[in-house]
C-alpha cells in the first residue's frame, strides 16, 4: 500500500528535508505541502493524504488548531495526524493528543525514525518519542474524580481491562501477546473492542484516558519499539 503525505511546516527548508527523506523510501509518495495552517487544512480536504506531518508553530492557523479541524472535517478518509516540532514542551504534547493527532516526534528525529514513524501511524498506531512520552505521563499527575477509574473499566470485560492496563504502558501488540501468552492477534482485537467500547479514536487517546482516570499512574511505564 503506498502512504500519501502531506507535509505542513512554514520553513521551506523543513518542507524540503522531509520530502527528501520520505520520496526515497518504497511505497511512500509525497501528496503536496502546505505552508501554514489553512493551508494544511485546504490540501488535506484536496488531496485525501494517509499521513499529514503537521508543525506547530505556524502563522495564523498553528498545527494543534489544524489537526483538531483536519480531523473534525473528515468523514470519508481517515487521515492521520504525525506531529513534528523542535519544542518538546508538556502543553503541546496534551493539546495535540487531545486534538487527535496519531504521533509526535522532534523534528531532530533520525530520517529512518522518521520513515518507520509514517508508515507505523499510517497503518493505524500510535507513536510517541521516548522522552515525550515520560513528559507526558508527568503531567497526568492531578487530582482524579473518584471511581472514575472504576467507571472506564467497567465498560471492559477483564482480559479487555488486563489489554488496557498494558497499552496504557506503552507495550506493543507483540509484547501484551507475550504478556498475557496469547496470540498477536488476539489482541489486536481486544484492542480493536477497547477503542470501540471507549468511544476512543487510537491508541494514544487510550493512553491519554489511562492516565486522566487514574487507571494507570506515573512509575509503572513502558517505552515500546515505535511499531505500536
Known amino acids: 500500500m503506498t502512504v500519501h503525505v502531506l507535509i505542513a511546516d512554514d520553513q521551506q527548508l523543513v518542507r524540503a528535508g522531509f520530502r527528501l527523506i520520505l520520496e526515497r523510501q518504497p511505497g511512500i509518495e509525497i501528496a503536496g505541502e502546505a505552508s501554514d495552517g489553512a493551508g494544511a487544512i485546504a490540501a488535506a480536504e484536496r488531496l485525501h493524504p494517509d499521513v499529514v506531518l503537521m508543525d506547530i508553530r505556524m502563522p495564523g492557523i498553528d498545527g494543534i488548531q489544524a489537526t483538531r479541524r483536519i480531523l473534525s472535517r473528515t468523514t470519508r478518509h481517515d487521515v492521520k495526524i504525525l506531529i513534528l516540532t523542535t519544542f518538546d514542551l508538556d502543553e ?31 497503518s493505524g498506531d500510535t507513536l510517541l518519542s521516548p522522552s515525550i512520552t515520560r513528559r507526558l505521563i508527568a503531567t497526568f499527575t492531578t487530582a482524579r474524580a473518584p471511581g472514575e477509574a472504576d467507571a472506564v473499566l467497567s465498560r471492559l ?14 507495550l506493543s501488540n507483540s509484547e ?48 515500546g519499539k515505535p511499531d505500536d
Open 176 to 223: 501484551i501477546a507475550g504478556e498475557l501468552i496469547v496470540a498477536e492477534t488476539t489482541v489486536k482485537t481486544h484492542v480493536a473492542r477497547i477503542l470501540e467500547k471507549l468511544h476512543l479514536r487510537d491508541r494514544v487517546q487510550a493512553v491519554v484516558l489511562a492516565y486522566e482516570s487514574g487507571i494507570v499512574s506515573p512509575g509503572h511505564t513502558h517505552v
Open 92 to 122: 503541546y504534547v496534551y493539546d495535540a493528543l487531545k486534538a487527535g493527532a496519531s504521533g509526535f516526534l522532534l523534528k531532530d528525529t533520525p530520517p529512518e525514525q522518521l520513515t518507520t514513524a509514517v508508515r507505523s501511524v499510517a
Open 157 to 170: 470485560s477483564p482480559r479487555e481491562a488486563a489489554v488496557f492496563h498494558l497499552l496504557a504502558r506503552g
